[in-house]
């Protein structure tokens, strides 16, 4: 990224990028909570954020890539504009999502003399927005957070929606908090030094949130995405490469769509007491094979796969057969193989994901296109039938 | 305490206790909260807790004292009605309010299989209220809490307004969370058993709790208490004792009463934004007592001399006189000695209570016993001549 863009701070390209201004303006989407807060989409954002962070001391919590990339510039635009900054960085990987670095991180803060009035800037992926968010959720019962995530998987998915937590060795996001952020400021700007794996999760869930809510970002997501995505060699790999470049306004629109639709479904249920079920469309399958395979399968992977597998399931019951089509994305995303796994060592993990009822689990399935329904009756039979199509259709 | 107490399960006299059974029903005091929860205090409640919370799994969480006392035979109990307990116990006392123990805790509720339909039921003084609610709080994102506070302390103060927390190396209750109670069962026959010195911190924030909205429960407890909290000679000393048996019906009102004050407040102003405040009546100094003398100087006294203090100060301002009736009551529940402390000692911990604005410090004094009001110009060199005052008073 260049360092002469304009500086009026506004929503301005990424230099290179053949794209307008107008383009690339800054999105907004509303999550009509009470208080109700946006969720900022455009390009250079984080040149914006001393302007649209009122509190006076903050920290930025980060981990030691990002910090590398956009937290050192960001901490210094942040002090030219006079607050005062605490700098709290951990290690990148999942592994830092456990008690003992949240208690690293709250104790920098206090550390830090902040008080009540101060801001936690989560800015980095999903686990920096759920350590960190934690982190605000429960310092001093609670301090003002913002999300800056730089993943694409966390400007869809994890940021919105207040949903913090950490990893107990007994199991993944055991312990958090619902705390809302003031506002998410998704810079699409760091996107583009996202490695081509990285953003391949956050297609996984683009696809996913596309499907339970808004049908054409599924087409959107393959069209502009896939290219970059599939890491097929260095030279063409990421969202700047030759063979894939993407202008900002397009990731801009992309990334707004996927937060309107979660956007709404978190509005309609904060607390995942009812249809915030449906953003786990394809997780409970994904879930088991990260589980039974040792997590080697990455999330990401593990939703694609899961994703088929429910429309597999829905097609059985005669609901849309969305099957072939999602086989063929899920291809051409290239993502790691499908674990050589048996159907036996599977069901224990499905039905330890909190939804069996009498011997049957439930599912989110779709009706259509954007239209997911939980389905509670499903049976083994049918679970062991759709297990066989995804393997005959993913190998 | 007697286990040939009425089948029933309804709020019977303690045995030996000389006092109607009518005397000892249980007091509802309601938290008008959304959504509104009950203070419940009476006798023998500890054996109406299986029908008092629906939940039918439930963590009981406690320390290894209490756990002796009180928590093997309400884990029988919760087991006779059916319901599945996971019993968490931890070393008493402050130390165990840490981000190490609060870790172990989580990792019990899990390791015990516990859900989000399940229970935390904090068996205990402030210490466990203050750890198991924090539990309850993150535990999945929050599992519902029922608060069973054993001491005077907590009944009074600390199990009331839903602030639970755990202290830093960096100082006490630095992470935590709002998180509010199912409901509170106060079972009074409980503080029988407890020592003079605990009983006489409850006293503390029981003539505070007076001070600030019920001027008649200060005389009342001062009536009751005092004889039991003082200590002399373990044979007079306790609330059993044959020089100070206090009827339970007696402990019910008292507890009643300030549970009603505490609610109110907590009620108007949950978040600690404003009313609140009042709730530190004392606080200042009392901090500041505390940390300058490395905490060896308990919570209750330290609160003892505070309301003294605030007393002198708002004398010195014209407000209302009621120093020497404090000083006399403070006398007599002959709490650990003042702390031999220069003034400029004291000053940094006032300052660092966060109530410093322009070189004065906020305080809440009273304008009448009853009338609580927050003062924010308070000079040095009045708290000054009221810390002369108090070392007159109490040396």
Request: proline share 6%.
């Amino acid at each position: 990224m260049s360092e002469r863009a304009p500086a009026d701070g506004g929503a301005a390209a990424t230099a290179g990028q053949a794209t307008s201004a107008a383009a690339a303006d800054p999105r907004l989407v509303r999550v009509a909570l009470s208080p109700p807060y946006d969720v900022v989409v455009g390009a250079r954002l984080l040149h914006e954020v001393a302007s649209r962070v009122p509190q006076s001391a903050v920290a930025v919590v980060s981990d030691e890539a990002v910090w590398a990339l956009y937290g050192r510039g960001l901490a210094e635009r942040l002090r030219t504009a006079g607050k005062r900054v605490v700098e709290v960085t951990v290690a990148p990987g999942e592994g830092s999502k456990d008690l003992a670095t949240y208690g690293a991180v709250v104790r920098a803060l206090a550390a830090g003399g902040l008080g009540r009035d101060a801001a936690v800037l989560a800015l980095g992926g999903g686990v920096v927005g759920d350590l960190a968010g934690f982190a605000a959720a429960t310092y001093l019962r609670g301090v003002a957070l913002y999300q800056l995530p730089t993943t694409l998987l966390a400007m869809v998915d994890a940021a919105i929606g207040g949903k913090t937590a950490v990893d107990l060795p007994e199991g993944k996001n055991l312990v958090g908090a619902f705390w809302q952020p003031r506002a998410v400021l998704a810079d699409v700007a760091t996107l583009y030094t996202l490695p081509p794996r990285e953003l391949r999760q956050g297609v996984a869930e683009t696809v996913k949130t596309g499907l339970i809510g808004d049908p054409g970002l599924v087409d959107e997501a393959e069209r502009l995405l896939v290219t970059a995505a599939t890491g097929e060699g260095s030279e063409a790999a990421g969202l700047g490469g030759p063979g894939g470049a993407v202008p900002p306004g397009a990731l801009v629109d992309v990334v707004a769509r996927a937060a309107a639709v979660k956007a709404r479904v978190v509005t309609e249920d904060p607390h995942e007491a009812g249809v915030r079920a449906h953003l786990n469309l394809g997780h409970t399958l994904a879930h088991a094979l990260e589980a039974a395979s040792g997590l080697a399968l990455s999330h990401g992977d593990a939703v694609l796969y899961g994703l088929v597998y429910a429309a597999a399931l829905g097609r059985a019951r005669g609901l849309v057969d969305v099957v072939e089509r999602l086989a063929r994305l899920v291809h051409r995303l290239r993502p790691d193989p499908l674990p050589d796994l048996p159907f036996e060592a599977l069901v224990p993990y499905m039905a330890r994901d909190k939804k069996v009822l009498a011997g049957r689990l439930r599912f989110v399935l779709l009706e259509a296109p954007g239209r997911p329904v939980v389905v509670a009756d499903v049976t083994e039979a049918e679970m062991r039938t759709a297990w066989r199509a995804l393997e005959e259709l993913m190998r």
